[in-house]
């Protein structure tokens, strides 16, 4: 809240002795949006700061290019006038909004302001957001959300006003919202504590994080939820690791430099709408590198995990990968890259995390990151290690087969060039949804390839049941059948029927994926595509 | 000093303790190899110090997030 002092007031000029000019006018416009800038009054603002938290302006700052920053509805607010009509009193809204640029592409900003009322709702103007999801929407450009506070949900405090009443809830802006997600990027920083609609407003984006330590997200906040019963915590209901675990959010930024630096990099990747295509980068690392350390990656032994981060660090141009989703789905590692400068989206089976084996999790992560890459016509390029959906009867309850399907119908209904490198396993159907097998199959296989409906390790038991049940050493007949299959399980076998199109040398592969990425980016067409993206 | 708790990443069975009671680990040292889909995926540790308690056995089912191993750092 802004008290204005006496002498700033603007005492309405008699007509006889106004200028020839609105410099009354335009002088009035600048006491207003200065009084704009000081948010909820300097005590509100020094809370902010004792929490270790930025303001909404020096957020946006901190977001955009120097000083591109063209804000929209930077006087609307609440006003109190005196009895002569003097403004007396101006406290913004709690919602800035504009437009900015980020490496000299432009983009809308929306950054909620905890220091009014708390970034609640009968502090805000709804249509600012309304018209940032338009704005966003109609010019075709990236919106970014800095989430802090409920920012247009509910309070029964509004039931308490003069004239107050109910009213059956609908959700603002929420068509523009959902259109967005298949229009424009949208990346959402949950930086303080979001609840409701805010939460809501904070997971439907491309790309979504929590502040460690400060941003936390609940359907409903601790003070309610502890009302229920179990006195919980806001760390362990909603904290940010809660959520990057369960999938909520894709990623947890240390700091909020790192937030806005994580929104920068990922915007990066991205055209700017659908009606766009990724932006190449100067290519930095040859195309025709080669690595001798990939021809040792992976261990002969089958049954030891090796460092599929290292394997994908070493594929992309260097520095470039930047991982989505490290948290949760952990089976599959999932992130944006480049080769020889082009953006790629990445899928990489992590061995580490039951053997790269899919998860619920791990399906529901693929096929978010499918529909990302899908909208925004990134070239995909799959590096498969998958023994299979997850087996048991913990899988078995968490209903496994039908997100695992689900992703696979995102990889059967995905149009974007896609190119798979088999690096160990493939089997079951998982392993066979590396990619759509009904069309041009780009894929290579590395020497350590192993592949089939069932491995054999656990199919002998199924497959020669009757048998081993007849015979008097059970042990010894598994043992002789085991010997006699792995003695054709070579990939060698299966190249000569051209079962896998081309068995390379791992070292070999960077160059392989750079062709892969050329001879993609004429290929990727502009516009919506037929299957949207969904929170 | 302080104690830190490392957690099962994975659910499965313990193929193999790789640290003993007092043994001095240092980051990304495995401490409990767990047998999960047929691979032998180790526990790293993620900080350096000492092993105070192991609380699975050889052979044991292990859920994800169960506790396996107390270190003091």
């Known amino acids: 809240m802004s008290s204005l002092k006496p002498e700033d007031v603007a005492k309405p000029a008699p007509a006889e002795t106004a200028p020839d000019d609105w410099s009354p006018e335009i002088a009035e416009l600048r006491r207003r949006q200065t009084a704009a800038l000081e948010m909820g009054g300097a005590d509100k603002v020094a809370i902010q700061r004792d929490k270790g938290k930025g303001t909404v302006r020096e957020r946006i700052a901190g977001l955009l290019d120097d000083g591109s920053f063209h804000e929209i509805g930077s006087i609307a607010g609440s006003a109190q006038y005196g009895s002569n009509g003097e403004l007396t009193d101006f406290t913004p809204a709690n919602c800035v909004i504009g437009r900015g640029r980020i490496d000299g592409r432009t983009v809308v900003v929306a950054g909620d302001d905890f220091t009014v009322r708390g970034g609640a709702a009968d502090a805000a103007i709804p249509e600012k957001q309304v018209q940032a999801e338009l704005m966003a929407n109609e010019l075709r450009l990236p919106l970014i959300r800095l989430i802090d506070g409920t920012g247009g949900g509910g309070s029964v405090k509004t039931l308490d006003a003069p004239g107050g009443f109910t009213y059956v809830p609908a959700n603002p802006a929420w068509n523009w919202v959902t259109a967005n997600m298949t229009t424009v990027p949208v990346v959402c920083l949950g930086l303080g504590p979001v609840a409701g609609l805010g939460a809501a407003r904070l997971v439907s984006g491309h790309y979504t994080l929590l502040l460690r330590d400060q941003g936390f997200m609940f359907a409903a906040g601790p003070a309610i939820v502890s009302a229920l019963g179990r006195p919980v915590t806001k760390e362990e209901l909603g904290g940010a690791m809660v959520h990057a675990r369960s999938g909520a959010v894709d990623d947890v930024a240390e700091d909020e430099a790192d937030a806005l630096g994580k929104a920068r990099r990922f915007l990066s990747y991205l055209p700017s709408s659908v009606d766009g295509l990724p932006p190449r980068a100067e290519p930095t690392d040859p195309a025709d590198r080669t690595d001798p350390w990939l021809d040792g990656a992976v261990p002969r032994n089958r049954r030891k995990v090796y460092d599929m981060r290292r394997i994908v660090r070493s594929l992309m141009d260097e520095g470039s990968f930047f991982e989505i989703g490290k948290y949760w789905g952990r089976a599959s590692i999932t992130g944006l890259a480049r080769l020889d400068g082009w953006p790629v989206a990445v899928i990489a089976s992590d061995p580490m995390v039951y053997g790269g084996g899919w998860t619920a999790d791990t399906a529901d992560k693929l096929n978010r990151f499918i529909e990302l890459a899908e909208t925004f016509h990134l070239p995909v390029v799959h590096l498969v290690d998958i023994p299979g959906a997850l087996i048991g009867i913990e899988a078995e309850k968490a209903g496994t087969i039908r997100h695992a399907a689900r992703a696979l119908a995102s990889v059967y209904q995905a149009t974007v060039p896609w190119c798979s490198i088999v690096v160990r396993k493939a089997f079951g159907v998982a392993g066979a949804a590396m990619s759509n097998h009904t069309r041009f199959r780009y894929r290579y296989a590395w020497p350590s390839g192993d592949w089939g409906s069932l491995p054999i390790e656990g199919g002998i038991e199924a497959a020669y049941k009757s048998q081993l049940e007849a015979s008097d050493d059970p042990v010894a007949l598994r043992a002789e059948i085991e010997g006699r299959l792995n003695a054709v399980r070579s990939p060698f076998r299966t190249a000569e029927r051209f079962g896998v199109e081309e068995i390379i040398a791992p070292s070999e592969t960077r160059p392989i994926l750079c062709e892969f990425a050329n001879l993609a980016a004429p290929l990727r067409k502009p516009g919506r595509v037929g299957f949207g993206f969904r929170p | ?73």
């Open chain 2, 1 to 73: 000093m302080t104690t830190r708790r490392v957690t099962a990443e994975v659910a499965g069975t313990v193929w193999k303790l790789a640290v003993a009671v007092g043994d001095q680990v240092a980051v990304d040292d495995p401490l409990i190899v767990i047998e999960c889909m047929k691979m032998e995926i180790p526990a790293a540790s993620p900080w350096a110090g000492k092993v105070a308690a192991i609380h699975v056995a050889e052979g044991g089912l292990i859920e994800e997030g169960q506790l396996l191993v107390e270190l003091e750092t």
